[in-house]
């Protein structure tokens, strides 16, 4: 079975800086998804980023970038010029191409912007 | 508006009493699933659905019950709730075709049951 983890619970970046969220995975696939969910206080769940893993591009959205390393297992997110609305938990997420019925998260960090 | 949407919001019950909550999405999507967010633990699936009359359980089935007799809803069934189900609930569907398609959560429903 697939797991992930998030191994930081809590981050905090001060406004305007960058931080790096950390996730690693554990899969014998080669073919899978890879996402970044937000959750802000809202509850609600939003789509941050995501990657394919046989794409070797890493995949950007504005101020989100991943690090995906394939053979390391590791897919982290970066978050450029910090702002106080990226306040959220932050869930890695992994999803098999081959079984596409569920995602698998890790347990989440919480990410706190200082102004 | 493609939304995904989940009744109650909240719901504060007592243990053995049964309980609906409902999930409806209006994009066709054919995958629907149920997880629970609890601290620390991050988001476990319940059950999911592939299609009408299909279902499966994922890795929390015990304790839940969900039917899907028409492709919008997916609803989820706690025919005797205990304390150990408190919890986040969130129902979540996205398309069978497409490789990395969104899937789209609803809004979340926090029970208790004390």
């Known amino acids: 079975a697939q797991t992930v983890t998030q191994s930081q619970p809590e981050m905090s970046v001060q406004e305007a800086e960058t931080v790096t969220l950390s996730c690693t995975y554990d899969?014998?696939?080669?073919?899978?998804?890879l996402f970044w969910y937000k959750q802000p206080p809202s509850r609600q769940m939003i789509l941050v980023i995501r990657?394919?893993?046989?794409?070797?591009q890493n995949a950007t959205e504005n101020r989100f970038s991943v690090n995906f390393q394939k053979a390391a297992k590791s897919f982290s997110l970066k978050i450029s010029d910090s702002q106080l609305g990226d306040a959220a938990m932050y869930f890695c997420?992994?999803?098999?191409?081959?079984?596409?019925?569920?995602?698998?998260f890790g347990a989440g960090t919480i990410l706190r912007v200082k102004s | 508006e493609a939304q995904v949407t989940q009744n109650p919001r909240y719901l504060i019950t007592v243990t053995g009493k049964k309980l609906t909550v409902t999930c409806s999405q209006n994009?066709?999507?054919?995958?629907m699933s149920w997880y629970r967010q609890d601290p620390g633990l991050g988001l476990r699936q319940i059950y999911y659905?592939?299609?009408?009359?299909?279902?499966d359980k994922g890795d929390v089935p015990e304790g839940y019950k969900v039917s899907r007799k028409e492709k919008r809803n997916f609803p989820l069934i706690l025919e005797s709730p205990s304390p150990n189900q408190t919890s986040l609930y969130f129902c979540?569907?996205?398309?069978?075709?497409?490789?990395?398609?969104?899937?789209?959560f609803g809004p979340g429903t926090r029970l208790t049951v004390t």
């Open positions: 990657q394919e893993a046989y794409k070797q």
């Open positions: 659905s592939m299609n009408v009359e299909v279902t």
């Open positions: 979540a569907s996205r398309e069978h075709s497409g490789r990395a398609n969104e899937q789209y």
């Open positions: 997420a992994y999803r098999s191409a081959a079984y596409g019925n569920k995602l698998v």
């Open positions: 994009m066709n999507h054919e995958y």
């Open positions: 899969t014998s696939e080669s073919d899978y998804y």
